[in-house]
């Protein structure tokens, strides 16, 4: 299996670029979530997304635009690169939609570096 | 801000040695979570615990909760090199679907 599918692995950036980072899952999974995860500050939730067609903002939202238009895919996009979005990315899924969310499964992590 | 504190920040033990490390939290939650992650990879589910539920063990793994002093202890027993990574609590609150992590417990076995 598959499990959580993220591309590209590693991308550079110039400030004010743009691009998108690809999330797919087979799992069938409801729920799917950006992270991204800074030195010593842990995972923070960007956006989520309980369903296709359904988006939500997490902890820090603001630079990020996401979209889900199937239940596989999750992009995220950032449409003018920051500096302070140097960061690891990660995309998770879940079986289990809004209320209870259960075991997230985790992709493989995208790392960004925005100069 | 964070669902979850973990404590301590980094730990250093001998293989065979158990590996205990606690987890805060400020808000009510539905359910808390323990995941795994090994340098450079994502991070793997490894327990569960419910909030009506006050110890749940795994394998190696003991989980407790405490829901009047909002904390979480994650115990590891005779811990192997291969049990090097870092650990993360994470929350759900109450009628929520947002998982909030901690900033990680940094476990390091050496042989």
């Known amino acids: 299996n598959a499990g959580v599918t993220q591309t590209p692995k590693f991308q550079v950036l110039k400030t004010g670029q743009s691009m998108t980072l690809q999330c797919a899952q087979d799992?069938?999974?409801?729920?799917m979530s950006w992270y991204r995860q800074d030195p010593g500050m842990g995972l923070r939730l960007i956006h989520y997304s309980v369903g296709a067609g359904i988006t939500d903002q997490g902890e820090v939202p603001n630079g990020y635009n996401v979209s889900r238009s199937t239940t596989e895919d999750f992009p995220l996009r950032l449409l003018s690169a920051a500096p302070s979005q140097t960061s690891v990315y990660f995309c998770?899924?879940?079986?289990?939609?809004?209320?209870?969310?259960?075991?997230?499964?985790f992709g493989e992590g995208s790392r960004l570096t925005v100069l | 801000s964070q669902q979850g504190e973990e404590d301590p920040q980094a730990l250093s033990i001998q293989e065979g040695e158990n590996a205990t490390m606690n987890c805060s939290y400020k808000t009510s939650i539905n359910n808390l979570q323990w995941y795994r992650q090994n340098s450079g990879r994502g991070l793997v589910h490894l327990i569960l615990i419910r909030s009506n539920e006050r110890e749940k063990h795994s394998g190696r793994l003991r989980v407790t909760l405490d829901t009047s002093k909002k904390s979480s202890s994650l115990l590891i027993t005779a811990s192997r090199a291969a049990d090097t990574a870092s650990y993360f609590c994470?929350?759900?609150?109450?009628?929520?679907?947002?998982?909030?992590f901690g900033g990680g417990t940094r476990v390091l076995v050496k042989p």
């Open positions: 799992m069938n999974h409801e729920y």
């Open positions: 994470a929350g759900i609150k109450a009628a929520g679907n947002k998982l909030t």
């Open positions: 998770a899924s879940s079986s289990a939609a809004s209320g209870n969310t259960g075991e997230l499964f």
